[in-house]
């Protein structure tokens, strides 16, 4: 091998070895990233559990709902018909199903108040998604397998999955034969299925 040859041999082996370098960088980054939204998350909801004054509840809630995709969450759990509903019905559906989520915060209040994550592992699942893998431990509920599943570009919780049971999955099962019957009506829809 000539003097040429080696050193373009030696340039390329760096090259590669450098790749490889900033490629776990940049993965061990989106990780420690997910994981602290997910304490970022839990920390908001022990906060809006433990505060009674309902003005600073709310701006607290609205800090949460930053670290949620909401327009994801929405639109999976609808599925298709998800394409043909106006932006009016959209932003009125996200609204109801983050209310939905405060009044299940306010249901366990005393219970959240103590949650706390032990994390597990963290795994990156193609390009796109991020899992942190745990237990949560609450005031009545101990070693509850949970998973929190993030977009590892936005950093936003996606989905939740409870002992292997989807939040979203679990969700889109609900609303499935109330959309069926309100196909063309995604206003009636909205209107009964959060009447509660």
Do not use: C, P
Not at 96 to 107: A, G, R
Not at 149 to 155: M, P, T, V
């Amino acid at each position: 091998m000539n003097k040429m040859n080696l050193k373009n041999y030696w340039i390329s082996k760096f090259i590669i070895v450098l790749s490889i370098f900033f490629f776990n960088s940049a993965n061990a980054d989106i990780k420690l990233k997910s994981s602290q939204q997910v304490s970022n998350f839990l920390n908001q909801i022990k906060n809006i559990a433990s505060e009674k004054n309902q003005l600073k509840k709310a701006k607290m809630s609205n800090q949460l709902l930053k670290l949620i995709d909401l327009e994801f969450m929405s639109k999976v759990t609808v599925g298709k018909q998800w394409k043909t509903v106006t932006n009016k019905e959209k932003n009125i559906f996200k609204t109801n199903l983050f209310n939905k989520f405060i009044q299940f915060i306010d249901l366990h209040l005393e219970d959240f108040k103590e949650i706390n994550f032990k994390e597990k592992s963290i795994k990156l699942r193609g390009q796109k998604l991020v899992y942190v893998n745990g237990s949560i431990d609450t005031k009545k509920i101990k070693n509850l397998d949970i998973t929190w599943k993030l977009s590892s570009k936005e950093n936003k919780i996606l989905d939740v999955e409870i002992e292997k049971i989807s939040l979203i999955k679990t969700q889109r099962l609900e609303m499935k034969e109330l959309l069926k019957k309100n196909k063309n009506n995604f206003s009636q829809f909205i209107k009964i299925y959060f009447k509660n």
